[in-house]
Nanobody, 120 residues
Framework: VQLQASGGGLVQSGGSLRLSCVAS????????MGWYRQTPGQERELVAS???????RYADSVKGRFAISRDDAKKMVYLEMNNLRPEDSAVYYC???????????????WGPGTQVTVSS
């Protein structure tokens, strides 16, 4: 299973970006999907997650500005980021908990990361 993210880039403060992440390979189903971010010297932190039933969870710092969604048919997860701030600058990683077959417990897979830079 491989994940590939896209949509990062440079944006001015107050601007918007949309991140996308697609999974490929042997996939029976995908449980949770999420986005994490990391800055140099800091631990990777959860930005947003979405469960199979659509339940979402957000870091307090992004509530009301970011929205996560998923398309199971396309094996994709999205992160709509609005009103971006310089402190949102980080490498963003997508994560998907994938069942490769019906009896699989599931395993976490990570994308390679996409850089988001917000200028002030």
């Amino acid at each position: 299973v491989q994940l590939q993210a896209s949509g990062g880039g440079l944006v001015q403060s107050g601007g918007s970006l949309r991140l996308s992440c697609v999974a490929s390979g042997t996939i029976f189903s995908i449980k949770a999907m999420g986005w994490y971010r990391q800055t140099p010297g800091q631990e990777r932190e959860l930005v947003a997650s979405i469960a199979t039933g659509g339940q979402t969870r957000y870091a307090d710092s992004v509530k009301g500005r970011f929205a996560i969604s998923r398309d199971d048919a396309k094996k994709m997860v999205y992160l709509e980021m609005n009103n971006l701030r310089p402190e949102d600058s980080a490498v963003y990683y997508c994560n998907q908990l994938v069942m490769r077959w019906a009896t699989d417990w599931g395993r976490n897979y990570w994308g390679p990361g996409t850089q988001v830079t917000v200028s002030s």
